[in-house]
């Protein structure tokens, strides 16, 4: 797994990319373990977890050797899952892992990753899958602190599987000094003040997008907010099924 490691490293990826003219800023990394062999598929990042409708899509070789295979293609990153598992894969492979990503994706921010998309689009194809992501937003960010807990993570998920329709959300703090690894639930919370009005010099009206997240109880020591600002890797069990059952039964 040497190759799988060194690709896990950021500041090795960003020097990949750059010598492929590949910008680092605007890919996510996405690897796909296939028994000894690693699959390592490169894309344009995207904001959500739905694919693209309208756009038409190119895959390219990258790289191929012994036991490595690297793969660009545009699209989101649930696109790039799609594209692998239909059209580059011979089989469904053991473990997709995402990430790792330049923010947190804890909480609810769940529902709007890119990075956790391609967990769980694996996810529904029936095969395991970890999404990683740092609470480092730098382009240039070192992940080295994370390497033995990536590794403890994906080794026990390589062991044991995971329950079917079911991922991992895996976050880890901006501290180098992690104090540990802590299973969690999700932090229930919203995002306000979300849009920053501006004027253009041409003199028309535009929106940046930005905002705060404000967690409701994330004061609470089971959440993945609690356990990140209190320097732990937050490991947080993803369910396909959102189904209400309580509410089912209530208003049955």
Request: glycine share 8%; proline share 4%.
């Amino acid at each position: 797994m040497n190759e799988a490691n060194d690709l896990l490293d950021s500041r090795k990826f960003n020097d990949y990319c750059n010598k492929n003219r590949l910008n680092p800023d605007a890919v996510a990394e996405h690897i796909i373990f296939e028994g000894k062999a690693t699959k390592r598929a490169v894309q344009k990042n995207g904001p959500e977890v739905l694919g693209t409708m309208s756009d038409l899509f190119r895959e390219k070789l990258i790289k191929k050797e012994e036991g490595l295979t690297i793969y660009s293609c545009n699209g989101t990153p649930c696109d790039c899952v799609k594209m692998a598992f239909e059209k580059l894969l011979p089989r469904k492979p053991d473990l997709v892992l995402s990430g790792i990503n330049h923010g947190d994706n804890s909480a609810v921010n769940v529902h709007y990753s890119g990075t956790m998309g391609v967990a769980i689009e694996a996810c529904m194809k029936g095969v395991s899958a970890i999404g990683f992501s740092s609470c480092k937003r730098e382009s240039n960010a070192s992940f080295e602190a994370m390497r033995p807990y990536i590794e403890q993570v994906v080794e026990r998920v390589l062991e044991k599987g995971l329950p079917k329709w079911t991922c991992l959300n895996v976050n880890a703090p901006e501290t180098d000094n992690f104090g540990g690894i802590r299973m969690c639930r999700m932090t229930y919370g919203e995002w306000t003040n979300e849009w920053e009005e501006r004027k253009s010099p041409r003199g028309f009206t535009y929106y940046w997008l930005t905002g705060s997240f404000s967690g409701i109880d994330e004061k609470n020591e089971d959440t993945d907010k609690w356990a990140l600002n209190h320097g732990y890797v937050a490991v947080t069990p993803i369910k396909l099924d959102m189904t209400d059952y309580d509410l089912m039964n209530y208003l049955d």
